[in-house]
C-alpha cells in the first residue's frame, strides 16, 4: 500500500477515534452540577467493564452454583467499596409451586455515612436462563446498545448500583446516613428466599430505589400489579371409556365445568384478572380420567381484590358437575400489589426535577400498575419511605434469548440521577 493511502487509512481512524472520543463526553448539560457529571462520565466504561463480567456469569434463578457464585463476586465488589458485607443464605423460603430445593443466597451491604437519611438500593442477580444458553448471547457492544444474557433484567441494575456507590465515593460524599445494598438471587421465581428479607430491610427506610429497567423511554413506576397462581385439583374416578363409562366419574368433564363457570371471575377494568392457563388431564386415550388440573394466573391492583378473589373460586367450585367429584383450590400469592404513595410520588417528583432542570431530559413516571410486578412490591409492604420502582438502565427484551439489550446513552444520566437522588434525599449537595 502506498504510504499516502496509508496516512489516510491512519487519518481516517484517529479521526473515527475522536468522534467516538467526543460522544462519550460531550459537554456537559448547562445545568448540571459539573462534578457529578463529570463522575458519571468518567464512571460509564468502569460500568460497562463490570457489566461484561457479570453477563459473563450464568445465574439462572435455580442455578445454585450460579446464583452463590455471582453473589460471592458481588460480595467482593461491596465489600472492596467499603461495605459492611453479608452473605445471607436462604435457609426458609417459601414453599412456591416452582421453587427449588435449595434457593440462591442474598447479598447485603451498609454504607455508613454522616447525615441521617436511610436508602435501600435494591437489584437481582439472578436470570431466567439455563446453564448453557450464554453460548448464543454473550456480551456485545453494537452501535448504542449492548447485548447480553440477562442484562437488562437484571445484570444492568447490579452494576448500576455498583458504580453508584463507586461515584459518590470519588466525589467524597458522605452527608447520607446509611445505604443499604440488597442483591437477592430468586426474583425471577418471586423471591421465596428473600421476600421477608426484603420486606424487613425496607421498613425504616427514608427511601428505596428498585433497579428493574426502566425500559426504552427510562420510566420510573410508582404501581406494580400483584401476581398470584390458583391450582384447581379434580378427583374423580377411572373407567374403561369405551366398555363401562358410565361407572367412572370423567374428572376432565368435572374440571371444564370449573373453568367455564370461572370464566367470568376476571374484572379487567378493575385490574382483577383470572387466565386458566396451564391444563391436565388423563393418561390413556380409552380411559375415563381420574384426575384433572389447571392452573391459573391471578392479576390484582389491590390486596383486597385478592382476598376476594379467593373467596369467589372457593365458592364456584362448591357447584360441581358430578356430585362424587372432589374439587379443591389451592391460591398462591407471588408478589403483593404495590399502590403509588404520596411519598413514592414526592421521590419521583424530585427525580423529574433533576432529568428536567440538570439534564434537559424528560422523565415519565407512571402511577398505575400495567401488570408486572417486581420486588418492589415486597419492599413497599411496611416501608415508611417511598419505593420507585425503574431506576435502572434503559433497555428492552428482557426473557429474550437473542435480543436483550441496554441503551448506552442512559449509562451517564441514570448514575446522575442515582448520585443525585442520594444528595437530594441526604440534604446536601457535592462539594
Not at 57 to 86: H, M, N, P
Not at 94 to 101: S, V, Y
Request: charged letters at 20%.
Amino acid at each position: 500500500m502506498p504510504a499516502s493511502s496509508i496516512f489516510s487509512a491512519r487519518s481516517l481512524v484517529f479521526a473515527l477515534a475522536a468522534l467516538a472520543t467526543a460522544a462519550c463526553h460531550a459537554a456537559a448539560p448547562a445545568n448540571a452540577q459539573p462534578a457529578v457529571y463529570s463522575a458519571a462520565e468518567a464512571e460509564r466504561q468502569p460500568l460497562l467493564d463490570t457489566l461484561r463480567s457479570l453477563v459473563n456469569i450464568e445465574s439462572g434463578s435455580k442455578d445454585f452454583a450460579g446464583v452463590s457464585y455471582i453473589a460471592k463476586v458481588t460480595a467482593e465488589r461491596l465489600q472492596a467499596l467499603g461495605g459492611q458485607v453479608e452473605v445471607i443464605p436462604s435457609n426458609d423460603p417459601e414453599r412456591l409451586q416452582d421453587t427449588p430445593d435449595a434457593t440462591g443466597p442474598s447479598v447485603k451491604a451498609v454504607f455508613k455515612g454522616k447525615g441521617h437519611s436511610k436508602i435501600l438500593l435494591l437489584a437481582h442477580m439472578d436470570t431466567v436462563y439455563l446453564p448453557g444458553d450464554l453460548a448464543r448471547q454473550p456480551f456485545r457492544i453494537d452501535g448504542d446498545r449492548a447485548y447480553g444474557l440477562g442484562i437488562e433484567d437484571e445484570k444492568q441494575g447490579v452494576a448500576l448500583v455498583l458504580h453508584s456507590l463507586a461515584l459518590l465515593q470519588k466525589l467524597g460524599y458522605q452527608q447520607y446516613g446509611e445505604i443499604t445494598v440488597l442483591f437477592n438471587s430468586d426474583e425471577e421465581i418471586s423471591s421465596p428466599g428473600s421476600r421477608k428479607l426484603i420486606t424487613a430491610l425496607a421498613k425504616d427506610q427514608d427511601a428505596v430505589f428498585s433497579f428493574e429497567s426502566g425500559g426504552l423511554e427510562g420510566t420510573l413506576h410508582l404501581a406494580t400489579s400483584g401476581i398470584g397462581a390458583v391450582f384447581l385439583n379434580v378427583e374423580g374416578k377411572a373407567s374403561h371409556a369405551g366398555a363401562r363409562p358410565e361407572y367412572g366419574v370423567n374428572a376432565l368433564y368435572e374440571l371444564s365445568h370449573q373453568l367455564l363457570q370461572m370464566k367470568g371471575l376476571s374484572q379487567p377494568e378493575r385490574g382483577l384478572k383470572l387466565n386458566w392457563t396451564v391444563s391436565h388431564a388423563g393418561s390413556n386415550r380409552n380411559v375415563i380420567p381420574a384426575h384433572a388440573e389447571a392452573q391459573a394466573d391471578a392479576r390484582a391492583l389491590r390486596v383486597q381484590d385478592f382476598d376476594a378473589l379467593q373467596m369467589a373460586v372457593q365458592e364456584k367450585i362448591q357447584n360441581k358437575l358430578f356430585d362424587s367429584s372432589r374439587v379443591s383450590a389451592r391460591f398462591e400469592l407471588r408478589r403483593p400489589p404495590m399502590e403509588a404513595s404520596d411519598a413514592a410520588r414526592k421521590i419521583a417528583a424530585q427525580a423529574q426535577s433533576i432529568y428536567h432542570q440538570e439534564l434537559d431530559l424528560p422523565l415519565r413516571v407512571n402511577d398505575v400498575a400495567l401488570g408486572g410486578g417486581t420486588d418492589a412490591a415486597f419492599a413497599a409492604l411496611h416501608s415508611r419511605g417511598g419505593v420507585v420502582e425503574g431506576m435502572g438502565l434503559g433497555g428492552f427484551g428482557a426473557h429474550s434469548s437473542n435480543d436483550e439489550y441496554i441503551l448506552l446513552g442512559s449509562i451517564v444520566p441514570r448514575l446522575y440521577l442515582v448520585a443525585r437522588m442520594v444528595m437530594e434525599l441526604s440534604g446536601g449537595a457535592a462539594k
